[in-house]
């Protein structure tokens, strides 16, 4: 028996899953059935990220590195003195993909550029990771 939470919804229900049958128990509403089975058979998530926008003054700008924090402005080691950082576009999936794409996903999206304009929902990367899902825009790029 495989205990798991459900993430549907912020209740949050603690699930137990029978590993033969996909039997579920804990669940609250349906959802939760679903989600407790398709957790051990082919677990799925929506990728959430940000892409770089390519803009017109802005060709300095590098991609950050997974050692670069934000927070950190100038002190960002991928950031050379007096450069300006990227602006950056939010992006997701706009489908859950299987859990173990997500980092051929996360590659794809790295190497993206969006250039405006852009609208909520155009697509950025189709079929990415060669799944059926694609990342689209989750904001407006004038
Ligand atoms: S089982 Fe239903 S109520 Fe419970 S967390 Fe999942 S979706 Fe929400």
Redesign the pocket.
């Known amino acids: 028996m495989k205990e798991i939470i ?1 993430i ?2 912020p ?3 603690h ?1 137990k899953v029978d590993e033969e049958t996909f039997a579920v128990t804990g ?3 349906p ?2 059935a679903v ?1 407790g089975a398709n957790e051990l058979r082919s677990p799925v998530r929506v990728v959430t990220s940000t892409v770089i926008v390519e803009d017109a003054g802005t060709s300095s700008a590098r991609p950050q590195t997974p050692d670069c924090d934000s927070r950190t402005g100038n002190a960002c080691p991928c950031k050379p003195a007096g450069a300006v950082l990227a602006r950056r576009l939010p992006v997701k999936t706009d489908r859950p993909i299987p859990k173990g794409k997500m980092f051929e996903v996360m590659a794809e999206i790295n190497r993206v550029r969006a250039t405006p304009p852009i609208k909520v929902g155009d697509v950025l990367i189709p079929h990415v990771a060669g799944t059926d899902g694609n990342v689209v825009a989750t904001k407006n790029l004038p």
């Open positions: 459900c549907t919804c209740k949050g229900c699930l669940n609250a509403c959802r939760g989600y």
